[in-house]
């Protein structure tokens, strides 16, 4: 390598260096909004005032209430930590079950605190949803398999 | 030593003579590959235990996705070469990726969609990873523009190198979306140092297609750039 190419080099690195800051000054600054949705405990920490609000989680375990014309469901949406009950009327997708991560877009309905009006508590805060997606893991199991795990040991999981 | 390799195996000639002998080769591994991961994957890989069986769009969307990035980095690895030492060979290589990779990339993003739409409950959401996916294609379709309308040939090679270079700053940011951010697309399965989440009768016939579509990349690279060395003859 002669004295050229060592240069090129050094300025080379240079910019993808103070590129690389730069973006990852700009992603960290933005991190709230690239977030696709908030959870439970980070929705009740928030003061955010936005009414509407994806949240993420997992669904609770029965947890989940069809009404009895099947159209509207209610359930309970954890990060084991906080709860938030949801209600929603529509389609759900295939992979929504009990235990699943789902993504829920609604509006919020909420009873701030009177004493403490920036203070969310957990009880006092619903979601009117719009739209249920749910979240797949990235495990893989065979069917069969997973039978056979589930009868083995019911508390595997 | 540097001067060894530069004198023996950068030269355009080298690189026509040996891709020459190569692809035979390439296209035999290719087709064994490519059929074992097609059948065992889509008949033989038991149904997954929530999906059924639409878990085996994965067989064609991993690979695309791995492709997608793979091509990037190439393409910003032979940018460094042609910026810093001038090789002709990289420049080549460079230009004739950006149009294999863009289609990959959106082979991902349609297989993604196509799957999303029954698991998810929805064709496209804004979420880190889906987002940053597309920056990519964006990234690779204005390579491509910035290569159609610079006519000197020094100077599109640079300019393109640089595009290139810069864009390589996404490469992390799509690894890592899934987990810097919250996101509905589910986290790494088999790029994960711990032991892979797949089951391995799920996991060998996507390791083969990985492979298989590696391998098809670079037939199809190698004959792009032969066409390009004998136009420009």
């Known amino acids: 390598m002669n004295r050229k190419q060592k240069m090129r080099i050094f300025s080379i690195s240079m910019m993808m260096i103070a590129l690389g800051i730069a973006i990852g000054l700009v992603l ?29 989680g997992y669904v609770k375990k029965k947890s989940v209430h069809f009404d009895s014309s099947g159209e509207s469901v209610n359930f309970i949406v954890t990060d084991y930590r906080n709860e938030i009950a949801v209600n929603y009327h529509g389609l759900l997708p295939n992979l929504f079950r009990e235990g699943q991560g789902v993504v829920v877009t609604g509006k919020l309905i909420e009873t701030l605190d009177a004493t403490s009006r920036e203070k969310r508590s957990a009880g006092m805060t619903a979601l009117s949803a719009t739209e249920v997606l749910a979240k797949h893991d990235e495990r893989y199991i065979p069917a069969t398999l997973e039978k056979e795990l589930k009868k083995g040991s019911p508390h595997a999981r | 030593m540097w001067h060894w390799l530069k004198q023996n195996f950068l030269p355009v000639k080298f690189f026509y003579q040996t891709s020459t002998m190569l692809l035979p080769w390439l296209i035999f591994l290719f087709v064994i590959l490519f059929s074992y991961g097609m059948i065992a994957g889509l008949f033989f890989a038991p149904a997954d235990y929530q999906q059924g069986d639409g878990f085996r769009i994965m067989y064609v969307h991993v690979p695309s996705c791995f492709l997608a990035m793979g091509i990037y980095f190439v ?159």
Request: hydrophobic share 55%; with cysteine.
């Open chain 1, 28 to 56: 960290f600054a933005l991190k709230k909004n690239i977030n696709l949705f908030y959870t439970p405990t980070q929705l009740i920490e928030s003061h955010t005032t936005q009414k509407n609000i994806r949240i993420g």
């Open chain 2, 75 to 233: 393409m910003a690895v032979s940018a460094f070469l042609t910026l810093v030492f001038r090789i002709k060979i990289a420049a080549i290589c460079m230009s004739c990726s950006a149009p294999i990779g863009a289609w990959f990339t959106f082979l991902a993003l349609v297989t993604g969609s196509i799957w999303g739409k029954p698991m998810w409950g929805t064709w496209w959401i804004w979420d880190a990873r889906l987002t940053s996916v597309l920056i990519l294609l964006f990234l690779y379709l204005g390579f491509i523009a910035l290569q159609s309308v610079i006519y000197s040939t020094r100077a599109r090679e640079r300019a393109g190198a640089l595009i290139a270079l810069v864009g390589a700053i996404n490469l992390p940011i799509i690894h890592y979306s899934v987990i810097w951010w919250n996101t509905l697309h589910q986290g790494p399965s088999i790029s994960k140092f711990a032991t892979p989440s797949i089951a391995p009768a799920m996991l060998y016939p996507l390791l083969a297609m990985i492979a298989a579509f590696f391998i098809f990349y670079f037939i199809i690279l190698f004959i792009r750039m032969q066409n390009k060395i004998l136009r420009a003859i």
